[in-house]
């Protein structure tokens, strides 16, 4: 079963969403807590309400992006963050398990 967690802040906690860098970056300004989503044997990470709340989106929709979008320059290699999804997060199943355990945790932790 998919959960959102809500975690105390270490410093291996990577921002993958907001660079194309495939490793993550630490964020700019560390916050106390993250969020943690465990679903078919992976975690994804999410620095803040914003990047749970585009998950949540992206998850949501049947037809996703494509993932070669706007790449920065002279990096052909470099993807968004969800053309880096690990392998089986995308199937029909696990797919309906992160939307709704995003949509549980974003009426428990942010909608008041």
Known sequence: MARLY???YR???MDYMSTYNEGGVPPKSPPSHVYELRVAGTTLVF???QQVREAEAY???KLRPLTGG?????EHYWHVWYGRLPKGVLKRTNREKIQKA???GIAEFFDD
Do not use: G, Q, R, T
């Open 47 to 49: 620095i803040n309400e």
């Open 102 to 104: 995003l949509s549980n």
């Open 6 to 8: 809500k975690v105390d």
């Open 11 to 13: 410093d291996d906690h």
């Open 59 to 61: 998850f949501s929709k």
């Open 70 to 74: 706007p790449n920065p320059p002279y």
